[in-house]
């Protein structure tokens, strides 16, 4: 099967540093990756899309400067949070979707918190 | 725009007993309805979608456009089914859709 994975799988930092969380598809080629929010015993929220070689595509409310999402290669989407602060502390997840395999496969996430 | 609803945030039940969590959607367009489940600890993986019309893990789903409804049942529940279970529906088409999630359902079966 196609495997996603994450790094870090933890980060703690401190308010207003930036931070990368990589995700990566293993086994595959990702045309499309998908970065989630998710908040404790609750439900994963979209924040983005992004297709390979073309800027992500953001819902609504969520900041494109502030979510900075890049997806150069088929393999890896990358999702920086900058000036990070407290109410940005959350379980990130990302999801990858290839041409082979139609249904998305998901990341194990990452746990931010910011200080 | 499309909504997905889990009315249950907490469902018990004992061991043996029949389960069903419940999934209301609304779409304008044609629905395509998917159950993930999330374990402790582990990440979100597709448990089944509503186009397989397959049987996993001993769960079924079927889809009620009448009553815009994707409840997931099982007629005898195990200690290992306890997990997050969340409803989701695809909308853009399933080249270039993005997941609608509902808010999820914690299945807790006991011994």
């Known amino acids: 099967g196609a495997v996603v994975s994450q790094h870090p799988s933890r980060v703690i930092c401190k308010s207003g540093t930036s931070v990368k969380i990589e995700c990566r598809s293993l086994?595959?080629?990702?045309?499309?990756m998908f970065w989630y929010r998710q908040f404790p015993k609750q439900s994963l929220m979209l924040m983005a899309t992004s297709n390979e070689g073309s800027k992500a595509t953001y819902e609504q409310g969520v900041e494109k400067d502030k979510f900075l999402i890049n997806h150069a290669s088929l393999t890896l989407s990358t999702l920086t949070v900058t000036s990070a602060h407290p109410e940005d502390s959350s379980f990130y997840i990302c999801s990858a979707r290839g041409q082979t395999y139609n249904e998305q496969f998901f990341g194990p996430g990452t746990r931010l918190t910011v200080l | 725009a499309q909504r997905v609803t889990q009315p249950e945030k907490l469902l018990s039940v004992f061991k043996g007993a029949p389960v069903e969590l419940k999934c209301n959607y609304s779409?304008?367009?044609?629905?395509?309805l998917f159950w993930y489940v999330q374990y402790s600890r582990q990440r979100l993986q597709l448990l089944l979608r509503?186009?397989s019309r397959e049987s996993i893990k001993g769960f079924t789903a079927d889809l009620n456009k009448g009553e815009t409804s994707f409840h997931l049942k099982k007629p005898f529940a195990q200690e290992e089914d306890s997990a997050m279970y969340y409803c989701a529906l695809l909308s853009g088409g399933t080249s270039y859709g993005k997941l609608t999630f509902g808010q999820g359902t914690i299945l807790t079966v006991h011994p």
């Open positions: 779409y304008s367009g044609s629905p395509e």
């Open positions: 086994d595959f080629q990702a045309t499309t």
């Open positions: 509503h186009i």
